[in-house]
Nanobody, 117 residues
Framework: QVQLVESGGGLVQPGGSLTLSCAASGFAVSTETMAWYRRATGKERELVAQITSARSGGGIGYRQSVLGRFTIARDNSENTVYLRMTNLKPEDTAEYHC????????WGQGTQVTVSS
């Protein structure tokens, strides 16, 4: 059974940092293009960052607004995908989820990130 469990969110001041984790079970994250998404209240879900499968070379991409501030990484031994977020801004406030780039699996519960002073 496939499961995605996100964690690591919280309340942080502008300029602060957080590292989100996405622990997967039931499939190997190394075989998929994995992605982090976020949905702010009242807005559509948006793609934040992606990392291609190991076979495809592990290429990485980010949405423009997080470029230089967020880093996506994958630990194949832990079957976990991470999102390191630095210099956080109030507009980063959202519920963050991970999934494949094709949104192949049932969404996990997500982890809330709130950036506020």
């Amino acid at each position: 059974q496939v499961q995605l469990v996100e964690s690591g969110g919280g309340l942080v001041q502008p300029g602060g940092s957080l590292t989100l984790s996405c622990a997967a079970s039931g499939f190997a994250v190394s075989t998929e293009t994995m992605a982090w998404y976020r949905r702010a209240t009242g807005k559509e879900r948006e793609l934040v960052a992606q990392i291609t499968s190991a076979r495809s070379g592990g290429g990485i991409g980010y949405r423009q607004s997080v470029l230089g501030r967020f880093t996506i990484a994958r630990d194949n031994s832990e079957n976990t995908v991470y999102l390191r977020m630095t210099n956080l801004k109030p507009e980063d406030t959202a519920e963050y989820h991970c999934n494949t780039i094709n949104e192949s699996y049932q969404w996990g519960q997500g982890t809330q990130v709130t950036v506020s002073s």
